[in-house]
């Protein structure tokens, strides 16, 4: 059993510019990642300047040793709320001594190239700090970690506000050396 995480880059999925502001970002990533696709004859999927469907979203999660990335705001929750991205785990009977236990469908790795996409927030604090005689013990909670709990095996994000033009700098650059492909700008 492999702990790396192994990602079949021929049938990924990508949703760019869901929300139609980030236009110098549609404009510099989706040529890059078509290139990238047709070049690798691989079968990518993407949605670009629109929310995708429910059935594209689930068949881009689901995927066995799949890739999903996006490049909008955030970690996408406008359009695939964490409480979807919650529906991918299930609880199934199982035949041994332990009772219950999930089943996490959420089979790709995840790539969230948005402001703070991969932060994580506690409800024990406003602005990241707590004081102790209000502090309550939940556990963080963020997009991030709601891919991770549904079963993706890698969650790529970011913890904080970057500019667009650097985050697609950054993204490219992330693609070329992770699929060892050129993706320039």
């Not at 110098?24 to 990518?44: H, V």
């Not at 709601?146 to 033009?165: E, F, H, K, M, Q």
């Amino acid at each position: 059993n492999n702990p790396i995480p192994e990602i079949n880059p021929f049938g990924a999925s990508y949703v760019l510019n869901p929300e139609l502001d980030l236009q110098g970002t549609e404009q510099r990533l989706y040529p890059a990642l078509k290139n990238i696709s047709d070049s690798n004859e691989w079968d990518w999927e993407g949605v670009v300047g629109a929310f995708p469907s429910e059935k594209f979203m689930e068949a881009a999660l689901k995927r066995k040793d799949g890739l999903f990335m996006y490049c909008g705001h955030g970690g996408g929750e406008r359009f695939y709320p964490r409480s979807r991205v919650m529906n991918l785990i299930s609880n199934k009977a199982s035949t041994g001594d332990c009772g219950l236990h999930l089943a996490r469908k959420c089979r790709s790795s995840i790539v969230l190239m948005g402001c703070s996409s991969g932060r994580l927030t506690s409800v024990n604090s406003s602005n990241g700090r707590s004081d102790y005689r209000d502090r309550v013990h939940y556990e963080p909670e963020g997009a991030a970690l709601s891919y991770l709990c549904a079963g993706a095996p890698c969650v790529i994000g970011n913890l904080w506000d970057v500019t667009d033009r650097d985050i697609d700098r950054f993204f490219l650059h992330l693609m070329d050396e992770f699929l060892g492909t050129p993706c320039k700008e």
